[in-house]
């Protein structure tokens, strides 16, 4: 059985930084390309940052470009995002995807930009 598990989200002030971890379970890790998804309050799930199965290449959407960093253990099955000067419009559930053959999903982790 799958299991795709975040955790690491929470409250955090603007400036501030937080370490997200996706922990996968139940799949050959090393075979699967990860990436990390937000969705905020009203609007579309959007790709934040993704990384190539040997963590060799990774993409980001503009908007978090030298702020977050994509990052990934084989040997631990896990997955993480480094998030940086974080701003109020980063507050959204982030979701962790594994996907190979077929894709899985975490549950999400909230987090919430605020002073």
């Known amino acids: 059985q799958v299991q795709v598990v975040e955790s690491g989200g929470g409250l955090v002030q603007p400036g501030g930084s937080l370490r997200l971890s996706c922990a996968a379970s139940?799949?050959?890790?090393?075979?699967?390309?990860m990436s990390w998804y937000r969705q905020a309050p009203g609007k579309e799930r959007e790709l934040v940052a993704g990384?190539?199965?040997?963590?060799?290449?990774?993409i980001y959407v503009d908007s978090v470009k030298g702020r977050f960093t994509i990052s990934r253990d084989n040997a631990k099955n896990t997955v993480y995002l480094q998030m940086n000067s974080l701003k109020p419009e980063d507050t959204a559930v982030y979701y962790c995807?594994?996907?190979?053959?077929?894709?899985?999903w975490g549950q999400g982790t909230q987090v919430t930009v605020s002073s």
């Open positions: 995807q594994a996907r190979w053959l077929r894709e899985y």
């Open positions: 990384i190539n199965s040997a963590g060799s290449n990774t």
């Open positions: 139940g799949l050959t890790f090393s075979s699967y390309r």
